[in-house]
């Protein structure tokens, strides 16, 4: 069920997977993991629970390291789950450290102290953010154009409200990435592809691009794949393939033609 050890604190809080900055991509993967660090006791969680979608991006990891090898690209995952903390949004913000995630409670989440979020920040959030950054910059400092690639799952049925995308390209201020996917994406007949869908890059959805891509001047994307189609080796298979021959594209092209990055001068995260 999980992708770190369960029974060791200290494990480190990302993967890391070495890649060459001829690729020009660096992917990440900020609900990889549904893992919980044994101090936590599980958040008061039995298993069940923590094999929903609220605990993780169900397939994404798969599907991550997938494109990483086809792509000979670096990626980062984090190795904790999202209700430990959500890598994948502000800090402080209200689905950050969720007491409750779409209807399911969190009882170790219940009234944290300021404490316990700044150490959950410091010891798991941070890191992973530092990797990416590093990441990124080490594609740069081999003279390339970065581009961030962060990939997500959502499910097929959110409430009572059916999904009919089979994938979403999400973005905020830089649209260069996602404007190549729509193309690619859009070109087979068979795919029912959202726009800014099923979440907005907008939105608190897209934080990690917005603090790594568009705060710097970086080409970048969020790409949400439904969870159903990405849930065994031959959904990741299928996808790392339609999706590795996109990006491989989008290196040559977007990559060629992307402003070298800008230094930013605004505190981490800001949009």
């Avoid at 990889?32 to 094999?51: C, H, K, M, T, Y």
């Amino acid at each position: 069920m999980t992708t770190g050890p369960r029974d060791d604190t200290d494990a480190p809080p990302f993967e890391a997977i070495a890649g060459t900055a001829k690729s020009g991509i660096v992917l990440i993967c900020d609900h990889a993991s549904n893992r919980i660090p044994q101090d936590l006791q599980d958040l008061g969680l039995d298993s069940e629970a923590l094999r929903l979608h609220v605990a993780w991006d169900i397939g994404a990891a798969g599907l991550t390291r997938s494109l990483a090898a086809r792509l000979g690209a670096p990626a980062v995952l984090s190795r904790v789950s999202r209700l430990v903390v959500d890598c994948n949004r502000a800090p402080g913000h209200a689905t950050s450290m969720p007491a409750v995630s779409h209807g399911v409670t969190v009882p170790g989440n219940r009234d944290l102290s300021p404490h316990e979020r700044a150490r959950r920040t410091q010891r798991y959030f941070e890191p992973y953010h530092r990797a990416v950054g590093e990441a990124l910059a080490a594609i740069e400092a081999a003279g390339a154009t970065a581009l961030l690639v962060s990939v997500h799952s959502f499910t097929p049925v959110l409430g009572e409200r059916a999904r009919p995308w089979h994938c979403g390209v999400l973005y905020d201020r830089d649209r260069r990435l996602a404007e190549y996917f729509l193309r690619a994406l859009s070109a087979e007949r068979d795919l029912v592809v959202g726009d800014n869908e099923p979440y907005s890059g907008a939105h608190p959805e897209g934080y990690t691009c917005r603090r790594h891509g568009d705060a710097f001047g970086r080409p970048n994307v969020l790409i949400e794949v439904r969870q159903d189609l990405i849930n065994d080796d031959a959904g990741v298979a299928a996808w790392a393939a339609r999706l590795g021959a996109i990006l491989a594209g989008a290196a040559l092209r977007v990559g060629d033609r992307g402003a070298r990055p800008r230094a930013a001068t605004a505190a981490p995260g800001a949009a």
